[in-house]
């Protein structure tokens, strides 16, 4: 059992691209499809197995940085209140974005970000 009790739905890297229609059809190349397509994001999923993904990111929408990880948790209230109280650097606040996640960025002990996130 973790630490914190929280369940992980699924961690999916975050990969900053300049050009999200060149580095899709790579992926593409290596069976992966896109899932969700925002212009600034692209989710890539496995359709054989949809826990495996990849995220591409040109310049999040919402943050001033991108994050390396996104991890999806089933309370992401909790996880923002258990990372706080370790002193960990929130790197964006907990937001209800408009693309219908609630999340926030926390920067780890190497210096990733992560973003963590909850569907609504």
């Known amino acids: 059992m973790p630490k914190s ?6 961690a999916v ?5 300049t ?9 593409q190349l290596l069976g992966f499809r896109e899932e969700m ?5 692209v989710n890539l999923v496995s359709p054989s197995d ?24 089933d309370d992401v209230d909790a996880a ?7 002193g960990a650097e929130i790197v964006h606040p907990i937001t209800d974005e408009q693309w219908g996640v609630r999340r ?9 970000v992560v973003n963590v996130v909850s569907h609504r």
């Open 5 to 10: 009790g929280m369940t992980i739905r699924r």
């Open 37 to 41: 397509n925002l212009g600034w994001v």
């Open 19 to 27: 050009d999200p229609v060149a580095t899709s059809d790579f992926y």
């Open 50 to 73: 949809p826990t495996a993904q990849i995220i591409l990111i040109t310049k999040d929408a919402a943050a001033s940085v991108n994050p390396d990880l996104s991890v999806e948790v």
């Open 104 to 112: 926030f960025f926390v920067r780890d002990p190497d210096g990733n």
């Open 13 to 17: 890297p975050d990969i900053t691209t």
């Open 80 to 86: 923002y209140e258990a990372v706080r109280a370790t």
